[in-house]
């Protein structure tokens, strides 16, 4: 059975710090790419960061240079480093994985940048 769970989320202050994890188990994790999504209330999800099988990254503008993708596959675990949070980072995260067709989702984390 498929799972992704994700963990980390909290409430932290403006300028602060979270690390998400999500581990992974029930398919081939090291084969698959691994992304980062999040949803704002009344916005569309939108892709965060991914890191594909090989290591190589990507990052939407809005969190370039503040949150870092990665991924330990001897533990099955992608994690999204995120510093200098922003109110406008607010959102349920999720954890995301693709390998040719076959697509999975984790349920979502909550994250709150509020003072």
């Known amino acids: 059975q498929v799972q992704l769970v994700e963990s980390g989320g909290g409430l932290v202050q403006p300028g602060g710090s979270l690390r998400l994890s999500c581990a992974a188990s029930?398919?081939?994790?090291?084969?698959?790419?691994m992304d980062w999504y999040r949803q704002a209330p009344g916005k569309q999800r939108e892709l965060v960061a991914s890191?594909?099988?090989?290591?190589?990254?990507y990052y939407a503008d809005s969190v370039k240079g503040r949150f870092t993708i990665s991924r330990d596959n001897a533990k099955n675990t992608v994690y999204l480093q995120m510093n200098s949070l922003k109110p406008e980072d607010t959102a349920v995260y999720y954890c995301?994985?693709?390998?040719?067709?076959?697509?999975?989702w984790g349920q979502g984390t909550q994250v709150t940048v509020s003072s």
């Open positions: 029930g398919f081939t994790f090291s084969s698959y790419a």
């Open positions: 995301h994985a693709t390998w040719g067709i076959a697509v999975y």
């Open positions: 890191i594909t099988s090989g290591g190589s990254t």
